[in-house]
């Protein structure tokens, strides 16, 4: 309300019924008034306004009317049509309807006609239970709404989560209630069963056959409005089938089993005992290697079985250890010459002699058929020398070795050291014990002898000394005559001065020369004798020696080789003529312009002047008398340090001298401040200098002073330099030369900020506005505690976030405040935002249908899910504050709801949660299980429910009653097998129903068929049973298992057998369902003979040409010598006995190897014979030196090497 009367005089605002004021103030010294009304006059509404001036009297009243209109539309009604796109009803004439969304999207316009009647079409449809909200506004903008309008149209494809068990038999699942579903063949689409969901949307689906091994179906749901579900794919995860294939292999040392099976396979090796001897996992490519924890040897057998990750297995297969791994026994003994082996070992065994280090066979033959062998040695073995006798069966187990050693002694001593002593007189060594010990001269002649002690050390005494090189010649013999050496010394005494030539080095710093080599060559003082330098000549005599200090101006020393003996050479005296003595004097001057350095040091040396830097600024060469004068290319001023050096004609040098430049060019340094309040200047500059403080404009000195002895300063300003202005101060030294200005600005800030805006934002929340840059800005509330603070950016705006909002009319005061303080305001904002929130009663019927209740008169209630927030229902209270709402569905079973009302402003009031307490659903869970043996239904439901179980002619054939966990076990009257189908329901005490859920019994008791033939190998069993059914080949007597296998979906099966049923053998081959129900045996026996002949001897005769012995009847017997060669064959007769010739015969320890084989081929052998036949003439060689007799020894001859 605004106007104007007297100056200062007191208006009231009155209502005019009951002459009430409403509002006050006072005009200013114009008599302006404005006055604010709270609430507002609209709609209609009037006032008086009255003036009173000081004397206490009153103007006529002025009426006033509030044009505003504030009050919605009084009614709105919107219904939606089936399709969702039209909503129609009822409000007030020429009313603007809008209807929104549930993202707040205008989705519909229309205005209502004279008689308030409306229909709006939506851009977009609402359907599947969408809400839409329609509101009704007057021309000033009142708003009636929302009202919820709610798509009943089903689109949505009902959602679905189905699941296959473990057997891949059933599938269940969840969607819509009463909901068809199917189960279809992904790949052709087609059903394959189907069902309907139950009241609660569950269903369970029989799945005949099983889904299994990795095949999948596809589920679809298929609600009453013809919505499909997205297919959901379900996979059999089931392995029912038994790895395909098993090979095993062992190898020739009995500890690896090798083969190929499924990838992935656990493959398991176990003894005759059934312990695990090995276990490996088949790689990507289905190979396998296992390593035995105990080998498989000596026909001992192993069963090897493969297991799938389900647990499927083939097997066993049968693998034999055919390594022969005991060592034969031996006893041997050698002859008192050491030229024969005799023992005792296993018949026809092979026989080696070996050397014991080098383990080199050196002999060998064969036991004969009692086991007795007998091996000459060439050559013997004597001396103490031993050999090893080993017998090597024919799987090759050596025996343990049998040490022979040989007694005959034909060795001379073994060792002979010798050693002359430093004079040449005695001769000292060791050699063999009590050996004789002869010295004798280069002629031949015995210079010495002795006897070595028991330890062999002897000390032999010369008659004449060995000495200059002289050579002596040492022998030692033992007993018998044997003798090692001679062995050489040579007497090394020296008594011979050595020459020597030696120079000095240019620069004094090495002596090189030659001499004996290897000779200690000295350096002396010729003065003291004094080594001071020291060396050694190399193999060729030449030496190279280094001084330090050099031998330089004319000194001079002494050389001096001395050989081993210590004779030294004749002395050799060397000079130095280097010279290394540096001028003696130098002085140095400089004038005072620094540009010119003289002064006196030796005659004719070089003067050179350098800068701090090294850098050569002036060079001279001094005259005669030794005087210089240096003209400086570069002066040297300001104290700059010049150094002078003088070199003679050896570039010795004397220096540097330092000169220094006094000439002053340089300006003063200066430093200056000015003071916060811009009074004083303070600084430093050089001592005793003058100081001027200049306008920066026009450079008039507006103040100065001098600086005392240390350099600094203090100047006083007037006026004070403030807000911003500057000066420049100079310093101005002795010589003239001033500093370069320094500039001072006063900071000091006097100046309050010049402009302060301030607004409140809706919320009341944030005060935004405008004024100086940088300026603290401050919010106070009406009590004078500050609510928010912020600071003035670059360009003066501001925003204060206020720590309690200002609503509900509550005042705030803004002040601005630059960096020194200066404060503009305060500027008053007034929160206009409503924050309080309605109050609420209400409560739900006993039907859960229809909330009712109380709140604030035409105020906005919405009934919301409590977890989602989803608005499921909503009104409007009357003018008495009363509402009813109606609820679709209702809330039951424990369901609740929250009730809010929200005020035109937006305040919700807290929630009121209502729950509806009547019941009305079936049991939530129903699980049922069906035992192996088919006579028990075991499950879990709801906690005391009762559970029914139905065959499928719908007999009851069980019941039981849920405990308090919900379990529950039906005993069956009639078990269920066979594929035979129960149905299990659960019901609680009100009779709601869950189920039926479906068991299949699966229990099998019909044994497999089986036909089955053996192949001629006996290597492969094959045949026909059911499909996926396990077969076993059993040892007829044992019954134990040999080899196993699968057969394929058409139920054939092939088994290999290893080893293979051969030599009228038989086994015994049973198939085994899957429920454990075995076939009749049926009989299998291999015809195939593998059975080498049962013996062979073999014997040859002393010419080495023809080999008899025994065998089977007429097999054949084949002679082959050590190269493969065939050198005869025979048969044997009726009674095994056989004679064959050889095209070569067997001579001189040659080996020849006999194998006999039957008609099917099956050898025994080789049987080795060994040539004893010597044709081989004896070697000999003559010594020139010395001659050995070596006796008789018929048929053989040593080779003498």
Same mark, same amino acid.
């Given at each position: 309300?605004?106007?104007?009367?007297?100056?200062?005089?007191?208006?009231?605002?009155?209502?005019?019924?009951?002459?009430?004021?409403?509002?006050?103030?006072?005009?200013?010294?114009?008599?302006?008034?404005?006055?604010?009304?709270?609430?507002?006059?609209?709609?209609?509404?009037?006032?008086?306004?009255?003036?009173?001036?000081?004397?206490?009297?009153?103007?006529?009243?002025?009426?006033?009317?509030?044009?505003?209109?504030?009050?919605?539309?009084?009614?709105?009604?919107?219904?939606?049509?089936?399709?969702?796109?039209?909503?129609?009803?009822?409000?007030?004439?020429?009313?603007?309807?809008?209807?929104?969304?549930?993202?707040?999207?205008?989705?519909?316009?229309?205005?209502?006609?004279?008689?308030?009647?409306?229909?709006?079409?939506?851009?977009?449809?609402?359907?599947?239970?969408?809400?839409?909200?329609?509101?009704?506004?007057?021309?000033?903008?009142?708003?009636?709404?929302?009202?919820?309008?709610?798509?009943?149209?089903?689109?949505?494809?009902?959602?679905?989560?189905?699941?296959?068990?473990?057997?891949?038999?059933?599938?269940?699942?969840?969607?819509?209630?009463?909901?068809?579903?199917?189960?279809?063949?992904?790949?052709?689409?087609?059903?394959?069963?189907?069902?309907?969901?139950?009241?609660?949307?569950?269903?369970?689906?029989?799945?005949?056959?099983?889904?299994?091994?990795?095949?999948?179906?596809?589920?679809?749901?298929?609600?009453? #409005?013809?919505?499909?579900?997205?297919?959901?794919?379900?996979?059999?995860?089931?392995?029912?089938?038994?790895?395909?294939?098993?090979?095993? %292999?062992?190898?020739?040392?009995?500890?690896?089993?090798?083969?190929?099976?499924?990838?992935?396979?656990?493959?398991?090796?176990?003894?005759?005992?059934?312990?695990?001897?090995?276990?490996?996992?088949?790689?990507?490519?289905?190979?396998?290697?296992?390593?035995?924890?105990?080998?498989?040897?000596?026909?001992?057998?192993?069963?090897?079985?493969?297991?799938?990750?389900?647990?499927?297995?083939?097997?066993?297969?049968?693998?034999?250890?055919?390594?022969?791994?005991?060592?034969?026994?031996?006893?041997?003994?050698?002859?008192?010459?050491?030229?024969?082996?005799?023992?005792?070992?296993?018949?026809?065994?092979?026989?080696?002699?070996?050397?014991?280090?080098?383990?080199?066979?050196?002999?060998?033959?064969?036991?004969?058929?009692?086991?007795?062998?007998?091996?000459?040695?060439?050559?013997?073995?004597?001396?103490?020398?031993?050999?090893?006798?080993?017998?090597?069966?024919?799987?090759?187990?050596?025996?343990?070795?049998?040490?022979?050693?040989?007694?005959?002694?034909?060795?001379?001593?073994?060792?002979?050291?010798?050693?002359?002593?430093?004079?040449?007189?005695?001769?000292?060594?060791?050699?063999?014990?009590?050996?004789?010990?002869?010295?004798?001269?280069?002629?031949?002649?015995?210079?010495?002898?002795?006897?070595?002690? #028991?330890?062999?050390?002897?000390?032999?005494?010369?008659?004449?000394?060995?000495?200059?090189?002289?050579?002596?010649?040492?022998?030692?013999?033992?007993?018998?005559?044997?003798?090692?050496?001679?062995?050489?010394?040579?007497?090394?005494?020296?008594?011979?001065?050595?020459?020597?030539?030696?120079?000095?080095?240019?620069?004094?710093?090495?002596?090189?020369?030659?001499?004996?080599?290897?000779?200690?060559?000295?350096?002396?003082?010729?003065?003291?004798?004094?080594?001071?330098?020291?060396?050694?000549?190399?193999?060729?005599?030449?030496?190279?020696?280094?001084?330090?200090?050099?031998?330089?101006?004319?000194?001079?020393?002494?050389?001096?080789?001395?050989?081993?003996?210590?004779?030294?050479?004749?002395?050799?005296?060397?000079?130095?003529?280097?010279?290394?003595?540096?001028?003696?004097?130098?002085?140095?001057?400089?004038?005072?312009?620094?540009?010119?350095?003289?002064?006196?040091?030796?005659?004719? #040396?070089?003067?050179?002047?350098?800068?701090?830097?090294?850098?050569?600024?002036?060079?001279?060469?001094?005259?005669?008398?030794?005087?210089?004068?240096?003209?400086?290319?570069?002066?040297?001023?300001?104290?700059?340090?010049?150094?002078?050096?003088?070199?003679?004609?050896?570039?010795?040098?004397?220096?540097?001298?330092?000169?220094?430049?006094?000439?002053?060019?340089?300006?003063?340094?200066?430093?200056?401040?000015?003071?916060?309040?811009?009074?004083?200047?303070?600084?430093?500059?050089?001592?005793?200098?003058?100081?001027?403080?200049?306008?920066?404009?026009?450079?008039?000195?507006?103040?100065?002073?001098?600086?005392?002895?240390?350099?600094?300063?203090?100047?006083? /300003?007037?006026?004070?330099?403030?807000?911003?202005?500057?000066?420049?101060?100079?310093?101005?030294?002795?010589?003239?030369?001033?500093?370069?200005?320094? $500039?001072?600005?006063?900071?000091?800030?006097?100046?309050?900020?010049?402009?302060?805006?301030?607004?409140?934002?809706?919320?009341?929340?944030?005060?935004?506005?405008?004024?100086?840059?940088?300026?603290?800005?401050?919010?106070?509330?009406?009590?004078?505690?500050?609510?928010?603070?912020?600071?003035?950016?670059?360009?003066? %705006?501001?925003?204060?976030?206020?720590?309690?909002?200002?609503?509900?009319?509550?005042?705030?005061?803004?002040?601005?405040?630059?960096?020194?303080?200066?404060?503009?305001?305060?500027?008053?904002?007034?929160?206009?935002?409503?924050?309080?929130?309605?109050?609420?009663?209400?409560?739900?019927?006993?039907?859960?249908?229809?909330?009712?209740?109380?709140?604030?008169?035409?105020?906005?209630?919405?009934?919301?899910?409590?977890?989602?927030?989803?608005?499921?229902?909503?009104?409007?209270?009357?003018?008495?504050?009363?509402?009813?709402?109606?609820?679709?569905?209702?809330?039951?079973?424990?369901?609740?709801?929250?009730?809010?009302?929200?005020?035109?402003?937006?305040?919700?009031?807290?929630?009121?949660?209502?729950?509806?307490?009547?019941?009305?659903?079936?049991?939530?869970?129903?699980?049922?299980?069906?035992?192996?043996?088919?006579?028990?239904?075991?499950?879990?439901?709801?906690?005391?429910?009762?559970?029914?179980?139905?065959?499928?002619?719908? %007999?009851?054939?069980?019941?039981?009653?849920?405990?308090?966990?919900?379990?529950?076990?039906?005993?069956?009257?009639?078990? /269920?097998?066979?594929?035979?189908?129960?149905?299990?329901?659960?019901?609680?005490?009100?009779?709601?129903?869950?189920?039926?859920?479906?068991?299949?019994?699966?229990?099998?008791?019909?044994?497999?068929?089986?036909?089955?033939?053996?192949?001629?190998?006996?290597?492969?069993?094959?045949?026909?049973?059911?499909?996926?059914?396990?077969? $076993?080949?059993?040892?007829?007597?044992?019954?134990?298992?040999?080899?196993?296998?699968?057969?394929?979906?058409?139920?054939?099966?092939?088994?290999?057998?290893?080893?293979?049923?051969?030599?009228?053998?038989?086994?015994?081959?049973?198939?085994?369902?899957?429920?454990?129900?075995?076939?009749?045996?049926?009989?299998?026996?291999?015809?195939?003979?593998? /059975? #080498?002949?049962?013996?062979?001897?073999?014997?040859?005769?002393?010419?080495?040409?023809?080999?008899?012995?025994?065998?089977?009847?007429?097999?054949?017997?084949?002679?082959?010598?050590?190269?493969?060669?065939?050198?005869?064959?025979?048969?044997?007769?009726?009674?095994?006995?056989?004679?064959?010739?050889?095209?070569?015969?067997?001579?001189?320890?040659?080996?020849?190897?006999?194998?006999?084989?039957?008609?099917?081929?099956?050898?025994?052998?080789?049987?080795?014979?060994?040539?004893?036949?010597?044709?081989?003439?004896?070697?000999?060689?003559?010594?020139?030196?010395?001659?050995?007799?070596?006796?008789?020894?018929?048929?053989?001859?040593?080779?003498?090497?």
């Amino acid at each position: 309300m605004t106007g104007e009367t007297e100056p200062n005089t007191w208006v009231e605002i009155r209502d005019p019924v009951t002459d009430e004021v409403i509002a006050s103030g006072t005009s200013d010294d114009n008599g302006d008034f404005s006055i604010k009304l709270d609430p507002a006059i609209t709609d209609g509404n009037s006032v008086d306004v009255v003036a009173i001036d000081k004397a206490g009297n009153d103007s006529v009243p002025v009426e006033l009317t509030g044009s505003k209109d504030t009050i919605a539309p009084k009614d709105l009604s919107a219904n939606l049509n089936a399709d969702g796109d039209v909503v129609t009803g009822k409000t007030e004439a020429g009313a603007k309807v809008v209807v929104k969304d549930k993202a707040g999207n205008i989705i519909g316009e229309a205005t209502a006609d004279a008689e308030g009647n409306y229909s709006v079409t939506l851009s977009t449809p609402l359907t599947d239970n969408a809400q839409g909200f329609v509101t009704a506004a007057d021309a000033a903008g009142n708003t009636i709404g929302p009202k919820t309008v709610v798509g009943g149209k089903d689109t949505i494809a009902p959602e679905l989560e189905a699941e296959l068990n473990p057997e891949g038999t059933l599938v269940t699942g969840e969607t819509e209630p009463n909901t068809w579903v199917e189960i279809r063949d992904p790949v052709t689409d087609e059903v394959i069963a189907s069902g309907t969901s139950d009241d609660n949307g569950d269903f369970s689906i029989k799945l005949d056959p099983a889904i299994t091994d990795g095949n999948s179906v596809d589920v679809v749901a298929i609600d009453e #409005a013809g919505n499909s579900s997205q297919p959901q794919t379900l996979t059999g995860d089931k392995d029912t089938l038994a790895p395909k294939d098993l090979s095993a %292999n062992l190898n020739a040392d009995g500890d690896v089993v090798t083969g190929k099976t499924e990838a992935g396979a656990k493959v398991v090796v176990k003894d005759k005992a059934g312990n695990i001897i090995g276990e490996a996992t088949a790689d990507a490519e289905g190979n396998y290697s296992v390593t035995l924890s105990t080998p498989l040897t000596d026909n001992a057998q192993g069963f090897v079985t493969a297991a799938d990750a389900a647990g499927n297995t083939i097997g066993p297969k049968t693998v034999v250890g055919g390594k022969d791994t005991i060592a034969p026994e031996l006893e041997a003994e050698l002859s008192t010459d050491g030229t024969v082996v005799t023992g005792q070992t296993e018949p026809n065994t092979w026989v080696e002699i070996r050397d014991p280090v080098t383990e080199q066979v050196i002999a060998s033959g064969t036991s004969d058929e009692d086991g007795y062998f007998e091996i000459p040695l060439d050559p013997a073995l004597t001396d103490g020398d031993k050999a090893n006798v080993v017998a090597i069966d024919e799987a090759g187990n050596p025996s343990a070795p049998v040490e022979l050693s040989g007694s005959k002694d034909t060795l001379a001593p073994k060792d002979l050291s010798a050693n002359l002593n430093a004079d040449g007189d005695v001769v000292t060594g060791k050699t063999e014990a009590d050996a004789k010990v002869v010295v004798k001269d280069k002629a031949g002649n015995i210079i010495g002898e002795a006897t070595a002690d #028991a330890e062999g050390n002897y000390s032999v005494t010369l008659s004449t000394p060995l000495t200059d090189n002289a050579q002596g010649f040492v022998t030692a013999a033992d007993a018998a005559g044997n003798t090692i050496g001679p062995k050489t010394v040579v007497g090394g005494k020296d008594t011979i001065a050595p020459e020597l030539e030696a120079e000095l080095s240019t620069d004094g710093t090495v002596v090189t020369g030659q001499t004996e080599p290897n000779t200690w060559v000295e350096i002396r003082d010729p003065v003291t004798e004094q080594v001071i330098a020291s060396g050694t000549s190399d193999d060729n005599g030449d030496f190279s020696i280094k001084l330090d200090p050099a031998i330089t101006d004319g000194n001079s020393v002494d050389v001096v080789a001395i050989d081993k003996a210590g004779n030294p050479s004749q002395l050799q005296t060397l000079t130095g003529d280097k010279d290394t003595l540096a001028p003696k004097d130098l002085s140095a001057n400089l004038n005072a312009d620094g540009d010119v350095v003289t002064g006196q040091t030796e005659a004719g #040396a070089k003067v050179v002047v350098k800068d701090k830097a090294g850098n050569i600024i002036g060079e001279a060469t001094a005259d005669a008398e030794g005087n210089y004068s240096v003209t400086l290319s570069t002066p040297l001023t300001d104290n700059a340090q010049g150094f002078v050096t003088a070199s003679d004609a050896a570039g010795n040098t004397i220096g540097p001298k330092t000169v220094v430049g006094g000439k002053d060019t340089i300006a003063p340094e200066l430093e200056a401040e000015l003071s916060t309040d811009g009074t004083v200047v303070t600084g430093q500059t050089e001592p005793n200098t003058w100081v001027e403080i200049r306008d920066p404009v026009t450079d008039e000195v507006i103040a100065s002073g001098t600086s005392d002895q240390d350099g600094h300063f203090e100047i006083e /300003l007037s006026p004070a330099i403030t807000d911003g202005n500057s000066v420049d101060v100079v310093a101005i030294d002795e010589a003239g030369n001033p500093s370069a200005p320094v $500039e001072l600005s006063g900071s000091k800030d006097t100046l309050a900020p010049k402009d302060l805006s301030a607004n409140l934002n809706a919320d009341g929340d944030v005060v935004t506005g405008q004024t100086e840059a940088g300026a603290k800005v401050v919010v106070k509330d009406k009590a004078g505690n500050i609510i928010g603070e912020a600071t003035a950016d670059a360009e003066g %705006n501001y925003s204060v976030t206020l720590s309690t909002p200002l609503t509900d009319n509550a005042e705030g005061f803004v002040t601005a405040a630059d960096a020194a303080g200066n404060t503009i305001g305060p500027k008053t904002v007034v929160g206009g935002k409503d924050t309080i929130a309605p109050e609420l009663e209400a409560e739900l019927n006993p039907d859960g249908t229809v909330v009712t209740g109380q709140t604030e008169p035409n105020t906005w209630v919405e009934i919301r899910d409590p977890v989602t927030e989803q608005v499921i229902a909503s009104g409007t209270s009357d003018d008495n504050g009363d509402f009813s709402i109606k609820l679709d569905p209702a809330i039951t079973d424990g369901n609740s709801v929250d009730v809010v009302a929200i005020d035109e402003a937006g305040n919700p009031s807290q929630p009121q949660t209502l729950t509806g307490d009547k019941d009305t659903l079936a049991p939530k869970d129903l699980s049922a299980n069906l035992n192996a043996d088919g006579d028990v239904v075991t499950g879990q439901t709801e906690a005391g429910v009762k559970v029914v179980v139905k065959d499928k002619a719908g %007999n009851i054939i069980g019941e039981a009653t849920a405990d308090a966990e919900g379990n529950y076990s039906v005993k069956l009257s009639t078990p /269920l097998t066979d594929n035979t189908q129960g149905f299990v329901t659960a019901a609680d005490a009100a009779g709601n129903t869950i189920g039926p859920k479906t068991v299949v019994g699966d229990k099998d008791t019909i044994a497999p068929e089986l036909e089955v033939e053996l192949n001629p190998e006996g290597t492969l069993v094959t045949g026909q049973t059911e499909p996926n059914t396990w077969v $076993e080949i059993r040892d007829p007597v044992t019954d134990e298992v040999i080899a196993s296998g699968t057969s394929d979906d058409n139920g054939d099966f092939s088994i290999k057998l290893d080893p293979a049923i051969t030599d009228g053998n038989s086994v015994d081959v049973v198939a085994i369902d899957k429920a454990g129900n075995s076939s009749q045996p049926q009989k299998l026996t291999g015809d195939k003979d593998t /059975l #080498a002949p049962k013996d062979l001897s073999a014997n040859l005769n002393a010419d080495g040409d023809v080999v008899t012995g025994k065998t089977e009847a007429d097999a054949k017997v084949v002679v082959k010598d050590k190269a493969g060669n065939i050198i005869g064959e025979a048969t044997a007769d009726a009674e095994g006995n056989y004679s064959v010739t050889l095209s070569t015969p067997l001579t001189d320890n040659a080996q020849g190897f006999v194998t006999a084989a039957d008609a099917a081929g099956n050898t025994i052998g080789p049987k080795t014979v060994v040539g004893g036949k010597d044709t081989i003439a004896p070697e000999l060689e003559r010594r020139t030196q010395s001659r050995r007799y070596f006796g008789h020894r018929p048929n053989r001859a040593k080779h003498l090497g």
